[in-house]
Nanobody
């Protein structure tokens, strides 16, 4: 029910901006997380943002390179990815969790399973 866009092929050191939106409901009351899954690996949380947008969480390997943001008026959440590395290659998913009584770490660690998932968008970092 969530739709991701913005993936593609980029060279190492390049940038991409992923978008996550839905037409089915308002995202304004949801924590939104970005997750990724590489072939043969478990899905991992990359970054999460609170429903207000005031609080963010990043996995250590992307700190300083990725920025999560949201525009609630556009019902869209973004993941700006800079200084991309080959190890960032994955399918990227966004997910939504109702923002009541949870922390961003709960969502990004998937100890609190999100309520909705997108289908994913492929990001490939290669020269």
């Amino acid at each position: 029910q969530l739709v991701e866009s913005g993936g593609g092929l980029v060279q190492p050191g390049g940038s991409l901006r992923l978008s996550c939106t839905t037409s089915g409901f308002s995202l304004n009351s949801y924590v939104i997380g970005w997750f990724r899954q590489a072939p043969g690996k478990e899905r991992e949380g990359v970054s999460c943002i609170s429903s207000s947008g005031r609080t963010t969480y990043y996995e250590d390997s992307v700190k300083g390179r990725f920025t999560i943001s949201r525009d609630n008026a556009k019902n869209t959440v973004y993941l700006q990815m800079n200084s991309l590395k080959a190890e960032d290659t994955s399918v990227y998913y966004c997910a939504a969790a109702w923002d009541v009584g949870i922390t961003l770490r709960d969502v990004c660690s998937m100890s609190r399973r999100p309520d909705y998932w997108g289908q994913g968008t492929q990001v490939t970092v290669s020269s």
